[in-house]
């Protein structure tokens, strides 16, 4: 029987909402910063992140509720980092996903603390959230997942990306932004599901080596689907990067060699895959989903 | 021969200075984060949570420098509160210390990553410096250190903090807004140096008895100080709180009432050290200092 991506992402976003929900029910009630916490991570988020995660603790032969806490964690990273991004002082989005952002819905003070306590929260659930695995291997999980926000990852490419806004960057530039910025919590979010499942340095090496494939594959295809995507399906406006001379795959290399260009980071993600056996299917069905978002 | 906490003092900054110092040497030296956390780093702290967290170490028999990359984290923690607390959607402070703050030396959306980074970067240090102890009790001491950052500590009191500010609060909610914004950091340093120098749990409530006596000590001797010190001394300016009609211990209870409380709260934070040998007599002589400051 085919693997059935749709069912597997309902099912698994279902489980991740779950898990988030009851650990924000842990927070004091009456805390507006709670609030505000609610308010983003319950915005319509796909979970690509612990999604990813849980996928990988599954392609080692893991179980992936182990991975739960660490998969809830990520996501939790990924939304404070959407709420600071969105702060006047950064990008200054009033609206996501249709609904005003955390700034707008409350304000400023209370975004950046949510945003804070989000971060904080990320780290204190996963100590508390303690899988079945020797503690120190688990600090290595908790040492990757701190890497990959800081000055070696996520933080560091929102401070380039800012900073190159002003000017068109080189090529080489502009996959270190996206390597850094989305690449690094995503490679992390596979190797932390992969160690968590007991995967070996091979395993994990490869997991690492398709994240940061379709982690960038993703990119280029979000810059593509800004040129020649349908407004419609995909939910937002496009053509606002060439309006905003912003640097993207297809200014810097043309269309039609961004795309080759998504296709191969495709191809190179699958091939990391090679050497595992069918429970790294939805990791497959993921990368090939990708493609086909352009179609 | 008594003890001399001067000297004491000096050595001890001295050290986690140089630790903090060693320790962002290690990120990328091109990163305009890494300037703007170096930067608010190196503003001239008094390394308060650091050397209380050594100072628990010490107390409890342990080994000091088993404790140092906690005690930095700590640190990083409270310096990411101050960066996030002096912008502009919060308190807009433009001097800190003498210096402009982090936004006004870089800008904004630096000064937010710069926090961001110090936040995460105090979890990826504290990853990798595990100390010789069990790691599954070293995980005890990170999830004290994560909860007394978020919705149970630093934020939630930054965040009642500023709605507290439009009107007068009660007693006990000042006391309840201090013990999560500063209390709760004051009393997880002493904790986690505590368990680290091998503490058991009658020596760690002991340290925690004792962090959220002198924390709230320390809070009210500032508000005392605010009304009746002097401005050259202290370095900063006098009765700012009583022109913005800020709920303070004097504006509450009478500046008298609040000077007999601060010296309550120092004979009991002595009386919870009262089973610690003289290997405590740093935490005595720092309480002390905190009743000597007034005078």
Tied chains: 1, 2.
């Excluded at 979970?47 to 392609?59: E, F, I, K, Q």
């Amino acid at each position: 029987m085919p693997f059935e991506l749709t069912p597997y992402l309902e099912e698994r976003r279902s489980l991740i909402n779950e898990a988030l929900l009851k650990e924000l029910s842990r927070l004091p009630s009456d805390s507006r910063v709670r609030a505000a916490m609610d308010y983003s991570l319950n915005a319509g988020g796909k979970r690509v992140r612990p999604v990813l995660c849980l996928a990988a603790t599954d392609a080692v032969g893991g179980d992936f509720q182990q991975a739960m806490g660490i998969a809830c964690a990520f996501e939790m990273i990924h939304t404070f980092s959407l709420i600071h991004d969105d702060l006047p002082a950064m990008d200054d989005d009033d609206m996501r996903r249709g609904r005003p952002t955390c700034h707008k819905a409350f304000d400023e003070a209370t975004a950046l603390l949510a945003g804070d306590a989000l971060l904080s929260h990320a780290f204190e659930m996963a100590f508390r959230k303690v899988p079945g695995i020797d503690p120190g291997r688990y600090l290595k999980v908790l040492h990757a997942m701190a890497r990959s926000v800081g000055c070696f990852g996520m933080i560091e490419g929102q401070m380039r990306d800012l900073l190159g806004e002003t000017h068109l960057v080189s090529l080489q530039e502009l996959e270190a932004i996206h390597r850094l910025k989305t690449g690094a919590i995503i490679e992390a979010s596979l190797f932390c599901g992969g160690v968590i499942g007991g995967g070996d340095d091979k395993q994990l090496a490869a997991l690492e080596a398709f994240g940061r494939r379709i982690g960038l594959a993703f990119q280029v295809t979000d810059d593509i689907l800004n040129v020649d995507g349908d407004p419609n399906i995909l939910g937002k406006a496009t053509g606002t990067d060439a309006a905003r001379n912003k640097s993207t795959y297809p200014a810097l290399m043309g269309l039609e060699r961004a795309r080759e260009f998504a296709d191969q980071l495709i191809k190179d993600a699958l091939k990391a895959l090679a050497a595992f056996d069918n429970k790294s299917d939805p990791l497959r069905s993921i990368a090939n989903y990708i493609i086909k978002r352009r179609r």
